[in-house]
């Protein structure tokens, strides 16, 4: 029997935007550097600069076209977004590919990284995304992770200057696993319209 203390749970990291000068994907690489530390935490970095989206179709009649995302979501048990935010709001982009999938996402938890240049830190893009990743099923943490004036956290060679994050990405980290085992117990203990136990 599995054991849900214990096994490792596959946590995927998507980068929300596919802008040239963008810094969240520096966010994103130092994130997934901090999960490959912990031996409970698989994850695997998605960009969705990497998505050929065409122009003139959209949603999950697409997904069949994109079968390495798809299957990293039907394996995952959860997943950290990192979204920029662009005018309060989270970026068409990163929308578009949240969109390929439904049900592949219900009862998997969800945990965000806001990115910005000023000085909130994403927490209103976090709360944008809020009630769109609710229709799609996915359970949010409530533990954010925030960067703030992004443009001054980096230095050149892409290393966070600041040391207190690695505190916050552990207390992070700490809830999006908790999270993560309690629905991948739920998912194969109950069975649920949406899916068997
Ligand atoms: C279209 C657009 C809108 C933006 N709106 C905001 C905003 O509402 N608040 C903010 O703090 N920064 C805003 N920014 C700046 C981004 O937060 C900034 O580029 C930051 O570095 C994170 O995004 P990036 O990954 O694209 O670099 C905006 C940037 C763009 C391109």
Known sequence: ???????????PVIV???RKERKSVLVAKWLV????????IETRLFDVKDFALPQDDYGTALKDDFPEWRDAVIRADGLVVVA?????GYPGALKSVMDLLLKEYIHKSVAFVGVSAGPW???RV????????RELGLSVTFSDLNFPSVQNK?????????????????DFLDELVWLSRVLKWGRESLASKHHKA
Do not use: C, W
């Open 154 to 170: 980096f230095d050149e060679e892409g290393t966070l200057l600041d040391t207190a994050y690695e505190q916050r990405a552990s």
């Open 84 to 88: 920029p935010e662009y005018n309060h």
């Open 126 to 133: 976090i709360e944008a995304m809020v009630p769109m990743v």
């Open 1 to 11: 029997m599995e054991n849900y203390l214990t096994s490792k749970l596959f946590l």
């Open 121 to 123: 830190g994403g927490t």
């Open 16 to 18: 929300g935007t596919n």
């Open 33 to 40: 550097g901090e999960m490959s530390k912990r031996a409970e």
